[in-house]
């Protein structure tokens, strides 16, 4: 469904991708795992066409990202941001019913409404939060609002970009089992980015680790204990020693 | 390099980055005006940047030009003294308020009130990836989030003039009636058989030109905001300073236009 082919995109001097090809087949939850800066983000933007790549190509559906309607295939997508990235000015539900209550998909503000207060039951949220304003919010609440609002208008394709940085280890756990459900239930195609292997073994169906702008390895989330990979093995065991050179 | 030439070499850069910045500041000047022609159209967006540009400033420039009508009806007394004519304070306050310090003292009041916050604000949004996240709802920022800023100050800057415009008068006539003795009734007189339409529509021209510059230099920095505290601040300084500077020298450009009309 996505595909990746030889992918670059530098930043002036710094070469952030350099060749990457990745496939996500339909209905596949797939995580790219690796370290910071090593072009995790940028590989999502590029497949938003939030960042346009030097060279190479990326489809989905056969359909080049950067040709046709924005709109209409940006609305086959939703997308949970690192922190939230939810519009301060803006009440809880207005965020989740965004995309209804504007452009095609617009609905009448009390059915936008009953949508919104619906996908935050769905992750976990009292219909009184609706009405705060995000810095109203903890961390955790707002990565759910986040959530609800990534599905409100049940895309076939969702991005999680790093879903558990910043919370503890039990909102974490939540948010990585809402995330699981929430894919399973909705069969959408989930393309996830995190260095946090607790949520690779709870979402992923596929791992690719991303290393020096290229896909290192990939396989199924069943295989990354048992790899050899030597990058692999480090990054999974969090090894200061070994082949991905720490800043110290 | 020539050490000679290292000078040389500094000037060129510094211009061709300031070509640079003037040439993404026209482009994107130019992206806005053709999407205010252009559906979709954000009329609560819009009404929400009236309340927060026009309505709030109303404070900041009706003080500004109460203050500034009063300071100049004593310069002018004062000034006018030495030949003979303190006669002519009511007429100079109202031809000086509503030709000249009206707009740019309302346009350099609102710069710093409201170029700054929409570089804060846009900024904050750019870091925190606000604006990210409008793209993948479909919605474009440059439509959703400059256009209404744009319009709301255009609209609202020639409205604030007029209001400064009668505020400052009354700021001088204050100060003439209560200090310098002038009657009531003939300051009045004074001043409006004095004033002629252009002088209020030149001004309120002008005001209307300073609100769309206040905007665009605030949406623009913010947008383009670096990374960070450090970035964000740094959008808000160089948007109050590069709109300051561009009412100035659209102020001298306008005063030259209609002059010579």
């Known amino acids: ?29 797939c995580v790219i795992i690796g370290g910071s800066g090593t072009g995790k983000s940028v590989c999502l933007k590029c497949v938003l066409g939030l960042v346009t790549p030097d060279s190479g190509s990326i489809t989905v559906d056969g359909q080049d990202v950067q040709s046709g309607d924005r709109d209409a295939f940006l609305a086959r997508f939703g997308m949970l941001f690192q922190g939230g990235a939810l519009f ?12 209804l209550q504007r452009g095609p998909q617009k609905r009448p503000k009390a059915q936008a409404r009953e949508i919104a207060i619906e996908k935050l039951r769905r992750v976990g949220l009292k219909p009184d939060v609706a009405d705060l304003f995000p810095s109203e919010l903890s961390g955790g609440m707002q990565k759910r609002v986040g959530l609800a609002r990534a599905i409100a208008a049940e895309p076939e394709i969702i991005f999680f970009d790093e879903p558990t940085t910043g919370l503890d280890p039990i909102m974490s756990g939540v948010i990585n089992d809402l995330i699981r459900e929430i894919v399973t239930e909705m069969g959408a195609t989930a393309l996830t980015i ?6 690779v073994r709870a979402i992923a169906d596929k791992v690719a680790m991303l290393h020096e702008g290229v896909i290192r390895w990939h396989g199924p989330v069943a295989q990354i204990d048992t790899a050899d990979d030597p990058y692999l093995r480090q990054f999974v065991n969090g090894d200061a020693e070994g082949p991905i050179a720490a800043v110290r | ?10 000037i060129g850069r510094s211009t061709l980055g300031m070509l640079r910045v003037i040439g993404q500041v026209t482009i994107y000047a130019g992206q806005a ?6 559906p979709p159209f954000y009329p609560r967006e819009l009404l929400w940047q009236l309340l927060q540009i026009g309505w709030l400033s109303l404070p ?6 109460l203050f500034t009508g009063g300071a100049l009806a004593l310069q002018i007394f004062a000034g006018g003294a030495r030949f003979n004519a303190e006669a002519v304070v009511p007429q100079i306050v109202a031809i000086g308020i509503v030709r000249e310090l009206g707009p740019v003292l309302g346009g350099l009041m609102v710069a710093g009130r409201v170029a700054a916050a929409i570089a804060a604000e846009l900024g904050t949004m750019k870091v925190t990836e606000q604006i990210d996240a409008l793209v993948t709802l479909s919605t474009n920022p440059l439509k959703y989030l ?19 415009d009668a505020i400052g008068i009354f700021g001088g006539y204050l100060v003439s009636t209560t200090r310098l003795g002038f009657n009531e009734a003939a300051y ?16 309120l021209i002008k005001g209307a030109v300073f609100g769309f510059i206040v905007a665009l230099m605030g949406c623009y920095h913010g947008m383009n905001s670096g990374r960070g505290a450090q970035g964000v601040g740094r959008a808000t300084t160089n948007a109050v300073v590069s709109a300051s500077i561009m009412i100035l020298a659209a102020n001298y450009l306008l005063t030259e236009l209609f002059f010579n009309a």
């Open chain 2, 1 to 10: 390099m020539n050490p000679l030439l290292i000078p040389f070499a500094t």
């Open chain 2, 33 to 38: 005006i053709s999407h205010i022609l252009r």
């Open chain 1, 1 to 29: 469904m996505i595909r990746l082919d030889n992918v670059h995109k530098a930043f002036g001097s710094k070469r952030v991708l350099q060749g990457l090809t990745l496939d996500v087949a339909r209905g596949e939850s």
């Open chain 2, 146 to 164: 400059t256009v209404p800023r744009i319009l709301a100050a255009t609209i609202s800057l020639p409205i604030l003039v007029a209001v400064g």
């Open chain 1, 194 to 199: 995190t260095h946090d292997m607790r949520s």
């Open chain 1, 88 to 99: 301060d000015s803006l009440p809880v539900w207005q965020n989740v019913a965004f995309r």
């Open chain 2, 60 to 65: 900041v420039v009706g003080l500004t030009a």
């Open chain 2, 188 to 203: 009045l007189r004074n001043t409006v058989d004095f004033l002629e339409l252009w002088d209020i529509t030149s001004g």
